[in-house]
């Protein structure tokens, strides 16, 4: 929740070396407000908002900074949070085919501004000095958030701000973090630990019955004939109600990193850590339809048709370092490594209840038709239809130049590399592979200036971006209803960015900022091997437009600082403007 925020970091590029596997296109640290020994003080923001057709809204928030003796302090954060609704859930009606059709409505679903979220939450941290040189600042976060009605909305089929759904939505999410940091120094060298454990807990539901709709049409135009019915009641007559997803997620997260450094005085300067990270997440979807037979349920004793229960485990493990060294008072150069290891599983099972029935040979599921003597298996999972580790080690590498022509004029130029771990796929279907680890290198020419007496900083950079073997996830319900990620071939994006921002007095600034991107595919895809293998056309022939990628984007902003009697104001108006980009590589979908 931002609130009582020291201040946020957003590192451009990629950080690969100090801040590891994901970081690609860069890093955003949000750093909060740590205690102040010695002092007591606190304050609290109250906020009413309302947005266009749609209710109103408000936030509270206050923070409490107090001291405990002369060596020890704690800052508590609480807030309270309404986002008042805006999308509104209109009469609609859908039509199952089958050996009889049925029509659903929605009449009891219908309402204006359905979606709202409510979110209370609370931090803690302690800080005690233990001596001069060492001290140690345990934490504690946690936040409930309740969520109401669907938060997409379909303008060409319903209205602008408007949708029909046959099931309500809502759910809970609600999660804590602990952490603990160790500061300290050993000599002239600075040591810090930072560890921190996450649990998070979601439940939630929502509808489901256009895929019915989509599967029973698609299963009627494959055979020709209204055959069967999708889903069927215990009296073998065809199932009248809607489909609805219920789903747990459970997520923990624990890391550890030790870091030393060297002093920042110091001509050669140099940093070095080692970072472990174990991330497990359990989730359950059951596909409910609420009315079919118990005997064909997924779960026992349910009226589950579809199951997707799996567990995911990554760890993570890497040692990391840096040196940089003052060639002169104003040209330093700076290199960079980090090592790391992962693992990642995955064990579970989805389908339908066919897709449990068989026997155990040997120790080993083995699915059979039950015509053909196979047993239903219950629990489901315990059949481990999946059951996969992908992991690997490599290296990311970073070098720095950087010129400081004065104070206020720098220019620098970095080749600097992200990666992303690989992984294993989660859908069932035989033949598809595991995804390796991808790679980002980044070639990047800028500058920070401060001109005109401080009046004006004129920030930007010129950059070449590689993004080799890249992974890129595609849902397609011909081979699976889940999600595979697959490892596409390479891109490059050529760019530049800038953030001239103008202090016009001490009461006004005016700031424009933007970006530039020509990303393009730099090899041909085939999402198949054999269509690659018989000269078929490539999904994604070279020179695609990456997909998610606007040419540009821009932002304009005006803010004025002014008194009210005591009490400090503000007026701020903005504008942005994001370029039209495409949501698929793949040129045939």
């Not at 509270?60 to 859930?89: H, M, P, Q, S, T």
């Not at 040997?362 to 489901?380: K, M, N, R, S, T």
């Amino acid at each position: 929740h931002m609130y009582d925020i020291a201040r946020v970091e957003t590192l451009a590029g990629p950080q690969g070396t100090f801040y590891g596997q994901g970081s690609q296109s860069g890093t955003i640290r949000i750093i909060t407000n740590k205690p102040e020994i010695g002092v007591s003080t606190g304050g609290y923001d109250l906020e009413a908002n309302t947005v266009k057709s749609g209710d109103p809204g408000y936030n509270l928030n206050g923070f409490w900074n107090f001291a405990i003796g002369d060596k020890a302090a704690v800052r508590l954060v609480g807030w309270y949070k309404e986002v008042g609704g805006y999308i509104d859930e209109v009469p609609t009606t859908i039509t199952i085919p089958g050996t009889e059709y049925y029509t659903l409505d929605n009449d009891d679903q219908v309402g204006k501004n359905t979606n709202t979220v409510t979110t209370a939450g609370v931090r803690a941290l302690l800080k005690v000095d233990l001596n001069e040189n060492w001290s140690i600042t345990p934490g504690i976060m946690a936040q409930k958030s309740d969520h109401e009605g669907y938060f997409e909305h379909n303008p060409e089929l319903f209205g602008d701000l408007e949708t029909g759904r046959f099931w309500p939505a809502n759910g809970t999410d609600d999660w804590y973090q602990a952490s603990l940091t160790l500061d300290g120094e050993m000599g002239d060298i600075n040591l810090v630990y930072a560890g921190a454990y996450l649990d998070r807990e979601q439940d939630y539901q929502y509808d489901y019955t256009s895929y019915t709709e989509y599967l029973a049409y698609y299963y009627q135009e494959y055979y020709g004939y209204d055959a069967f019915c999708m889903y069927y009641q215990e009296n073998v007559e065809c199932s009248k109600a809607p489909q609805y997803v219920d789903a747990q997620n459970d997520f923990t997260r624990q890391s550890h990193e030790i870091r030393l450094q060297s002093p920042s005085d110091r001509r050669l300067r140099w940093t070095g850590g080692l970072f472990y990270q174990k991330q497990e997440h359990s989730f359950d979807l059951q596909y409910t339809v609420p009315d079919s037979a118990v005997s064909t349920s997924v779960v026992e004793g349910l009226h589950v048709v579809w199951q997707t229960r799996q567990d995911r485990v990554d760890r993570d493990t890497a040692l990391f370092g840096e040196v940089t060294y003052d060639f002169t008072d104003k040209f330093s150069g700076t290199f960079g490594a980090r090592y790391f290891e992962y693992k990642n599983s995955l064990y579970g099972f989805n389908g339908f209840l066919r897709h449990c029935t068989g026997q155990y040979i040997d120790g080993e599921f083995v699915e059979i038709p039950a015509d053909e003597g196979g047993e239903i298996q219950y629990p489901c999972y315990d059949t481990g239809i999946l059951d996969d580790v992908a992991e690997g080690d490599d290296w990311a590498f970073k070098a720095n130049l950087e010129y400081r022509f004065n104070s206020d004029a720098m220019m620098y130029a970095t080749w600097s590399e992200g990666f992303r771990a690989g992984g294993v796929n989660r859908a069932r279907v035989e033949g598809i592979p595991k995804y390796d680890p991808d790679f980002v290198t980044n070639y990047e020419l800028g500058w920070k200036t401060m001109l005109a007496d401080g009046a004006l900083r004129f920030n930007g950079a010129l950059y070449i971006v590689d993004w080799d073997n890249f992974q890129f996830g595609f849902l397609d319900f011909t081979i699976s209803n889940l999600t595979i990620v697959q490892n596409v071939g390479n891109s490059q994006t050529k760019g530049v960015d800038w953030d001239l921002t103008w202090a016009a007095n001490d009461s006004n600034t005016l700031t424009f900022a933007g970006s530039y991107n020509d990303a393009t595919l730099k090899t041909d895809f085939w999402r198949d091997q054999t269509d690659e293998d018989a000269g078929l056309p490539a999904n994604a022939p070279k020179g695609t437009p990456m997909p998610y990628v606007p040419k540009w984007q821009m932002t304009g902003i005006w803010r004025s600082n002014f008194d009210v009697g005591s009490m400090p104001g503000f007026f701020q108006a903005a504008v942005a403007y994001t370029g039209a980009r495409w949501n698929d590589l793949d040129t045939m979908n």
